[in-house]
C-alpha cells in the first residue's frame, strides 16, 4: 500500500502570497493532522481533521487554514505569508481519533512539503 | 499541558558503542509516549511506542526504550551503533483521548563517527 503522499515536494513563495499545500492519507485512514517543523525544531501541530471536520487546532493564527475532502485527502492554506512560515510542513494520517487507553490511532507521516518564503 | 524535554540538542557516539538518548515528558495522565526517527530532508519514522503494560518496550532497527513513571521518563537505547543510525531523534508524547495531537520535543541530533 502507498504511504502518505504530499505535494508539492518544495516550494517557494514571496511575502504576502497565499500558498495550498496538499496531502493525501493511507487508503482507509479518516484522519489527517499538519505539522509544521521550523528548522532545528521538533513538529509542532496545526489541526486535524477527521470525517471533513476539524477535530482539533494548535496555536496557530487564522492565516492557517485546512480542510479535508470526501476521499479523505486534505489541503492546507497559508494566506499572507511571512517569512517565519518557512518550515517543513508534515502530514500525518491515522485510521480515527484515539479512543481511550489501548486504542490510540497511530499518526503515520508523509515526507513533507519544505516551505520558503523570500 | 503535554510537554517533552529532550535536554541534549547533539550526540556524538563512535560506531559499535551503545547509545542512550534521554526524554522527559510532563502529562496530567498516563501518557502515549513514541520515538520517531528523521533522515535529512525526510519525514518522520517511528521507531517505537509505549501505551501501557510492560515498560520496556521494542522497536524497529534494535532500539528499545524504557518508560519510568516515577522520573517522567521514556529513553531510547541501542547496544551497537551503526553509522546508518545518524539521524535526528524526537521523542513525543500524545494524548490518551479526543483529538490526536502529539507534542514533539526539540529533537537530538545523533552523529556517529568511525
Known amino acids: 500500500d502507498a504511504g502518505v503522499t504530499q505535494s508539492p515536494t518544495h516550494l517557494i513563495k514571496t511575502r504576502g502570497q497565499h500558498v495550498t499545500l496538499r496531502c493525501s492519507p493511507i487508503?482507509?485512514?479518516?484522519?489527517v493532522s499538519w505539522y509544521q517543523q521550523v528548522l532545528g525544531q521538533g513538529p509542532q501541530f496545526i489541526f486535524q481533521?477527521?470525517?471533513?471536520?476539524?477535530?482539533g487546532r494548535g496555536n496557530f493564527p487564522d492565516r492557517f487554514s485546512a480542510r479535508q475532502f470526501p476521499n479523505y485527502s486534505s489541503e492546507l492554506n497559508v494566506n499572507a505569508l511571512l517569512l517565519g512560515d518557512s518550515a517543513l510542513y508534515l502530514c500525518?494520517?491515522?485510521?480515527?481519533?484515539?479512543?481511550?487507553?489501548?486504542?490510540?490511532?497511530?499518526?503515520?507521516f508523509g515526507p513533507g512539503t519544505r516551505l520558503t518564503v523570500l | 499541558a503535554q510537554s517533552v524535554t529532550q535536554p541534549d540538542i547533539h550526540i556524538t557516539v563512535s560506531e559499535g558503542a551503545s547509545l542512550e538518548l534521554r526524554c522527559n515528558y510532563s502529562y496530567g495522565a498516563t501518557p502515549y509516549l513514541f520515538w520517531y526517527v528523521q533522515s535529512p530532508g525526510q519525514g518522520l519514522q517511528l521507531l517505537l511506542k509505549y501505551f501501557s503494560g510492560d515498560t520496556l518496550v521494542q522497536g524497529i532497527k534494535g532500539f528499545e526504550a524504557e518508560f519510568k513513571r516515577s522520573q517522567s521518563s521514556f529513553n531510547l537505547r541501542k547496544p551497537s551503533v551503526h553509522w546508518s543510525d545518524a539521524a535526528e531523534y524526537f521523542c513525543a508524547v500524545g494524548a490518551s483521548t479526543g483529538f490526536q495531537k502529539l507534542v514533539f520535543g526539540t529533537g537530538t541530533r545523533l552523529l556517529v563517527s568511525p
Open positions: 487508503s482507509g485512514h479518516k484522519s
Open positions: 500525518a494520517s491515522s485510521p480515527g481519533l484515539a479512543g481511550g487507553r489501548g486504542s490510540y490511532n497511530e499518526q503515520f
Open positions: 481533521y477527521y470525517e471533513k471536520e476539524e477535530r
